[in-house]
């Protein structure tokens, strides 16, 4: 039982016209047949991942930098920043944290947020110093009191005394001196 008609296919894999022996003949050569057969397995151990893909590409990323309190990493993902200078950030204090254990630092949004306020704008008025008749100079402050060149310094600096220079000497008022050592000269 011969048939004698043909019947012109396009193969589903390569796309060439051929002459089929069947009607139901989907594939010019047994190779075309076995490189569809392998793309079908592929695809389907691929569909799974695919679809993991898709879904992931697909959801919003949940935005954790419009909560109140951020980690340190959320932190430094808003201020396009790494983690360590979210931490010098913190050290310096410039922004308030809290330990919440060894490994859990929360930043509060607000602080954060404070960083790029613009400080008020303070009038620094300069101080005046007093007549270099009314001042003590360093070398003399020291023969007077008998103290040494750094204990006058860190005295200074300790009780936040106003000292000024003029010319080749630092002077000091003698009053805030007298005051410290309770000297009535």
């Not at 931490?87 to 944290?97: C, D, F, Q, S, V």
């Not at 008025?125 to 009191?145: D, G, L």
């Not at 008998?146 to 600096?157: P, R, T, V």
Request: glycine residues 2%; positive net charge.
């Amino acid at each position: 039982m011969s048939s004698n008609f043909t019947v012109n296919r396009l193969c589903e894999q390569c796309g060439t016209v051929f002459v089929a022996k069947t009607t139901v003949t989907r594939f010019c050569s047994k190779l075309c047949n076995k490189r569809h057969y392998k793309a079908k397995e592929r695809s389907q151990k691929m569909a799974p991942m695919d679809q993991v893909l898709k879904k992931v590409l697909e959801a919003k990323p949940e935005d954790q930098t419009v909560a109140e309190f951020l980690t340190v990493k959320n932190a430094a993902k808003l201020l396009r920043a790494s983690d360590k200078m979210v931490y010098h950030l913190i050290n310096i204090g410039k922004i308030h944290a809290v330990n919440l254990s060894e490994r859990k630092t929360l930043v509060r949004r607000s602080d954060i947020d404070k960083i790029f306020e613009l400080p008020a704008v303070v009038e620094i008025k300069e101080i005046k110093p007093p007549p270099i008749s009314e001042c003590y100079h360093m070398a003399e402050a020291q023969e007077i009191f008998k103290i040494s060149e750094s204990a006058l310094f860190n005295l200074i600096k300790r009780h936040k005394l106003f000292k000024f220079q003029e010319g080749w000497y630092t002077y000091v008022a003698k009053s805030d001196l007298n005051k410290i050592f309770n000297t009535e000269l």
